[in-house]
DNA sequence: TTGAAAGCGCTAACAA
DNA sequence: TTGTTAGCGCTTTCAA
């Protein structure tokens, strides 16, 4: 007679109770061999309970874990749009670093929608999440609701220190200034900046860097131009630039995305890049890889950044400080910028 | 005298309990007005309730809560990598999808690696969530670890029917003809494809279908080339490609990156699109939309798609039978076919 | 309309 | 080395 799912009486999820009863031991023991501890359990007594766990298919219940814990070894992560190359690569950063701690991941998407990144934080922070990541749309995120959850929390892709929290970024103005100094180590005097539009009052550390440069390089200001991060941004803000009086012979992008939809306003324009126009734009995505021609960019580094606030999370779970961490950028020299 | 957070003397997390006493009610009161029922309760004690968790700031507990429903409101989904901008818009439709029925999701990459698709099906199993939603790397994924969890589940992405399982996909072979007639409607005689690799024994239907397209129209068959659905994937099989001896006119790609990665090849070799190479793909990813020249593709009903498969969980966990749903695909047509 | 209380499955302190 | 048991916070039946 061989052993089968007949032998669980109860029917119905199989619990620790009933393991404990096929393999003749007490519940707690079924609790040590699958956690590892903290008792010590004799080895014949495992193998009979490994195997009890076996032939029922035994699983333990996290739900039940979780609220015996307080812990239910998730974060949730807050992004705006995870069908914007950045943000997709940035969540799989994070799903990996997480993965690698033991915690999973609740994915979150904001749309750019402030009324919906904060449902979205309290939903998290109802589920009793052990921490959320968010990459806010905002520049200064509504942090009450963080706050009052009491549960950890980083600021993802935040150059600016926010008192009392968590937050990793990358410098933004150092990053803008390498990228406007290549173009004006390409010669160019007339570099124009297309920058994404943010919520905040304030400027733009891409902006600041691009001015910087220019400035530091004696060059008169080039136009600006302000549109969303995305694709259609980058095509408007081409129009733009391309039909202004003073026509730019660079443009320093704010994103990579918005580089793309540059080339595609050149293009249509009959323009060449980077004959007529140089471009170098900011994020790193690999879709900028084979535009044609390839994006010089400053690229982030992602996987560390997300290494990072993941520990920092973790660190915070432990009663740390909150730590602000800025990442350096580096430059990805590829065809836009007019190297070859 | 201000009512503060010293008015919960047990310190930590405010519990039912709290606000019970607060309020001067009995635990299951609270309850009843947290979740609207299933009992009625008197206006003017609701209104003391409300008060109560306000000024407490209670956020009830997620994980009591599932364990005593069986429920986490909470489904899983396992995806080759959310870095796929196919998979990361579906991962957004899912979420999108998923939250407008209350619940959230867990997000886990499997890399196209099996050991990890599995050990993210097990976890997910384990973390109990209501249901998984796997987009598998393979034709054939390994059914055994969801049957054996007994959590419903969906197959996305998947053309093929898996009996028992709740399925949703598109028409490959369907798809791919569209895009092959299209091509040969254009006059093209020298169609070849660039077709995916999965690890089934089994044919793609995009393959099927342009195979039938071909024949149906009287066309010898064109070349074939296997290769990785990403960007790099179409490059490496554009530039085999355009090395062949009788070099191909146009060409169906099984996925919009395989048609990235073939434009960039294309244009290496001193060639263009449409005029020397026309090609049609598959997808409907937004980058094809800014690619030069655009892509005509074979649009897949993403949005469509996610609603169907978090339904068909909804379904399964009211013990319906599963389903296999199908959905059409369109062409969309831009200019990478000779259109304009 | 409200309250008392059982119990979801698990962990770990304490007892044996 | 193993067992007993008290809760974790919540929902809901049953009784008042």
Redesign the interface.
Known sequence: MTTTQADNPTRG?VTRKDVARYAGVSTAVVSYVVNGGPKKVAPATEARVQHAIRVL?Y??????R??KL?S?E?FGLVIP???N?FF??L??AV??AA?ERGF??????SDANLAKERRNVR??????VDGVLLASVLFEPDLTDLE???IPSVLLNQGREAPGFNSVGVDLAAGARLATEHLIGHGHTNIAACIGINTSEEMDGREHGWRQALKDAGLREGIIVRSPFD?PGG?EAGRRLLGAADRPKAIFASSDLQA??L??AI?EAGLSVPEDVAIVSFDGI??G????PPLTTVTQPVREMADCAVDALLAAKRGEAPQHRIFATTLQIRQSCGCN
């Open positions: 999820p298919g699983r333990p219940n996290a739900a039940a979780a609220l307080g239910s998730t749009d995870n069908s190359p997709a690569r969540a799989h799903e990996d993965a999973a991941l609740v994915l979150a998407n939903n998290l922070a109802s589920r009793q009052l959850a009491d694709r095509y793309v939809g080339l595609r293009r690999v879709e890889e084979y535009t044609w």
